[in-house]
């Protein structure tokens, strides 16, 4: 959440409680470590007594700058409860404007690789948006419950409260191929989710299995917990994934954890991002009812006040990982069969810390959406409490979404239409063009337009097979994605069939739907060439029973037949001439020519067919020929 007001801090690094180190590498230039070090040593008085405050990170532009306080020492089982009776909260100024971050208790500051549940570090993770001079100021706190009351003068100051200090903020790198060039992906009321730096509108394109992603053997304190209750503590671990088949994926420089962890779950993410995805959906808790009961964030399942260290810093690797890939944080925060574990199913404490915990430790990533669950039956007042809960904590209002079930989109998305704190659909459906044109249409008209994603194929049960099962995917291409993209939906992220091998709780290998990631980019390829962001549906343009337009009527025009064949289109007044070209859906490559190669209006023209396989899906470019010129739309 950002803040508006003065920050109420005077000389750089007045009032520090410690002195402050930097241990930023391979920073070079006037905002590199060593400056930064100089900066917040100015003013600082330091003494063997008082505690340390380590600042960490490149100090770039949209690049996270870690805070790391010494505190009391503690452990995740000791009393007063590290995560629930202190709380940690940085103020971050630039100028009148303000973000409040919080922070976390990270046990000895290292344990994802030392595994410990004990130390006295406190944490904060800020990602700057603007270059130059950042102050912050820390607010750390104890009391009972303090960790989900929000009055800020509650409870009484401990150790590190009231620490001050500053660091300079230089550019991003502009050429770099990860995420920090591109800054935050934020919701602007449109269609499409946009990244701040660059204004690149985002089409999404992932994977939405397995579910568990992050029941991962090499995680600590992770096991099946469905089959351990079933088959009594003594027995051998129930399922967890290995991702062994990505193991080849992995690369000399990759991250990895505790002497060489995690070598398969970050090849598997190379491998995704290899294929042109850019997206990854999963559960961060999937116990007390959920299906595959092996994913959560606390000491144990029966937990619920009390968080993993050392398995929470591993998936912070994981996640880092993801962020240099391009690959954006899907976090689906529940399922319906745990939707009313959590104070009954109501924003109590136990709901509020685990929001708290996951905003605290991750809402730093720069392309995140939040997912109230998926097929939950909480109440719309219940909803509308989650959402407007994590819109106050996290700073950085990453967008919130829900996938409804199928049969519940008018009960449960119909009273969210206008709701402020509320950006759009992971819709689970079959029906998906109407669908996505219904939600569209109808929260534009209630004067917040959402996003919508195709999440996952209506029922439940379905959703894609794997290659050997379906090589041609002709279905999924022809019924679901080309209908969402063609509908203005913004994308899609694949679950996988219940019924077949590598399915939607057990996938070892992404490899399992590589013609499917292949088709999938191809679409998504195929619209960013265009300025698909400036085009709306205008299937009342056409004539064919089954086509779908999106359009700049006058300009351009990209037509999906998925049956093939040809059709009429309405090019009203113009006398413009238009060039038509053919792309092929299921092979991708370059524009193709036709069985016309012109067209003119005014009125209504055919536009000809594909010079080939006209009996499958093609997709028709139709460009005014005065822009040919510029040779961008191939």
């Known amino acids: 959440m950002e803040l508006h007001g003065d920050c109420g801090l005077g000389v750089v690094g007045r009032g520090c409680a410690a002195s402050a180190r930097s241990e930023s590498q391979g920073t070079k230039g006037l905002c590199g470590a060593f400056l930064v070090c100089l900066v917040l040593a100015a003013g600082c008085a330091t003494s063997p007594q008082e505690p340390q405050v380590v600042v960490s990170g490149e100090f770039k532009q949209w690049h996270t700058v870690t805070l790391t306080f010494e505190g009391p020492q503690t452990s995740e089982s000791a009393e007063p409860n590290p995560f629930l009776d202190y709380r940690l909260n940085v103020v971050f100024c630039r100028g009148d404007r303000q973000y409040l971050v919080p922070g976390y208790y990270a046990a000895d500051g290292h344990a994802a690789h030392t595994g410990t549940d004990s130390g006295n570090r406190w944490r904060v993770h800020f990602v700057p948006d603007e270059m130059g001079l950042w102050t912050y100021t820390a607010s750390f706190r104890t009391g009972t419950d303090i960790a989900v009351i929000t009055d800020p003068n509650a409870g009484a100051p401990a150790a590190f409260d009231g620490a001050t200090g500053s660091f300079l903020v230089g550019p991003s790198d502009k050429l770099s191929p990860d995420l920090r060039a591109r800054g935050l992906l934020r919701y602007t009321g449109q269609r499409y989710l946009q990244f701040a730096q660059t204004g690149e509108s985002f089409l999404k394109a992932g994977a939405g299995s397995p579910e568990n992603f992050l029941a991962y053997a090499d995680f600590d304190g992770t096991y099946g917990a469905s089959d351990r209750r079933q088959q009594g503590a003594a027995t051998a671990p129930a399922f967890l994934h ?280 191809y679409a998504v390829e195929f619209l960013r060439d265009l300025p698909f962001a400036r085009m709306n549906r205008h299937d009342d343009l056409t004539s064919a029973e089954d086509d779908y337009c999106l359009a700049e009527p006058g300009t351009m025009y990209a037509i999906y037949l998925p049956s093939g064949g040809t059709t009429d289109l309405d090019l009203g007044a113009t006398t413009e001439t238009f060039r038509i070209r053919w792309f092929d859906p299921r092979r991708g490559g370059l524009l193709q020519a036709g069985t016309l190669a012109l067209t003119a209006g005014p009125g209504v023209v055919n536009i000809g067919q594909s010079a080939t396989d006209s009996d499958r899906d093609w997709v028709a470019l139709i460009v005014r020929s005065s822009l040919q010129r510029s040779d961008r739309y191939r």
């Open 242 to 521: 290995r991702y062994e088949p990505h193991l080849q994926d992995w690369c000399d420089g990759d991250p990895t954890w505790k002497d060489g962890k995690g070598k398969a779950i970050i090849g598997a993410l190379n491998y995704l991002a290899a294929k042109g995805m850019n997206s990854v959906g999963f559960l961060t808790y999937n116990i007390d009812g959920g299906d595959g009961q092996d994913v959560w964030m606390w000491t144990s399942p029966q937990e619920k006040h009390r968080f993993d260290c050392s398995k929470l810093d591993q998936w912070e690797i994981v996640f880092s990982h993801m962020d240099r890939l391009g690959l954006m944080l899907h976090i689906v925060t529940q399922e319906a069969g745990n939707d009313r574990v959590l104070d009954g199913g109501e924003l109590g404490r136990q709901r509020k810390l685990y929001y708290r915990e996951l905003i605290a430790r991750f809402s730093h990533h720069l392309a995140l959406v939040w997912n109230l669950g998926k097929e939950n039956t909480n109440t719309d007042i219940q909803r509308k409490a989650f959402c407007k809960y994590i819109r106050d904590i996290d700073p950085y209002d990453h967008p919130i979404v829900y996938r409804a079930a199928a049969g519940r989109h008018d009960e449960v998305y119909g009273p969210l239409l206008d709701f402020p704190d509320f950006e759009g659909l992971s819709l689970q459906t079959n029906n998906t063009h109407t669908q996505t044109t219904r939600w569209l249409d109808a929260s534009k008209q209630a004067g917040r337009q959402w996003f919508v994603w195709l999440d996952e194929i209506g029922p439940a049960r379905t959703g894609v097979k794997p290659d050997n099962d379906d090589p041609l995917h002709d279905e999924v291409r022809t019924r679901y994605l080309w209908p969402n993209l063609m509908a203005g939906g913004a994308g899609v992220e694949w679950t996988f069939d219940h019924r077949f091998a590598h399915n939607h709780l057990n996938c070892e290998s992404w490899r399992s739907r590589d013609r499917l990631w292949d088709q999938t980019r």
